[in-house]
């Protein structure tokens, strides 16, 4: 079945990026890359958390931000932007948040995604969070939205 992709930009930590795989291979979700990552892909600690799932997983990797919005533009897929900096609600089913030809992009460990990330977005969507919250970890984020993809468009 043709659902949304998950992409990750410049993401810093390798046990996320790791599990993030292995949730990819788990729920049938393709994971793009967009470089330059903090780390290689023959990282331990992403090895850790990805185990044998890591070839399993459908992966993408783009060398740089020019390079995704090229190939992105190229398929005429929509940007969904994960960011605390926004109030529609990634599960609100009053607008369209999620459709199948979706690339759902989420910002780097350290500093999100920077202004023009934000700037390019079509969308951008938040995970609901108690006040004076800050954000959630990358994977865990990655994970409540890849549930919410297979809730709507199946495994
Ligand atoms: C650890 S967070 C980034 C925190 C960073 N210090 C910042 O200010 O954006 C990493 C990524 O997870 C996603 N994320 C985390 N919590 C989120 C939330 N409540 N709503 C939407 N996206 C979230 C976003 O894509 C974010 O860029």
Redesign the pocket.
């Known amino acids: 079945m043709t659902k949304p992709l998950i992409a990750l930009?410049q993401p810093d930590i390798p046990g996320n990026t790791g599990a993030i795989m292995r949730l990819g291979a788990c729920m049938g979700i393709g994971i793009h890359i967009i470089g330059p990552a903090g780390f290689d892909l023959s990282d331990r600690a992403l090895k850790r958390a990805g185990m044998d799932y890591i070839e399993m997983a459908t992966l993408t990797r783009h060398d740089g931000w020019e390079e995704f919005e090229a190939w992105r533009k190229a398929e005429g897929r929509r940007l969904v932007?994960?960011?605390?900096?926004?109030a529609v609600s990634?599960m609100d089913d009053t607008v369209q948040t999620l459709s199948a030809q979706d690339v759902v992009?989420?910002?780097?460990?350290?500093?999100?995604?920077p202004e023009r990330v934000h700037d390019a977005a079509d969308l951008r969507?938040?995970?609901?969070?108690i006040e004076g919250?800050?954000?959630?970890?990358?994977a865990?984020?990655?994970a409540m939205?890849a549930g919410e993809i297979n809730r709507r468009f199946g495994l």
């Open positions: 930009y932007l994960m960011t605390t900096k926004s990634y992009l989420f910002g780097r460990e350290s500093v999100g995604a969507l938040t995970i609901p969070m919250r800050r954000s959630l970890n990358l865990m984020s990655v939205v």
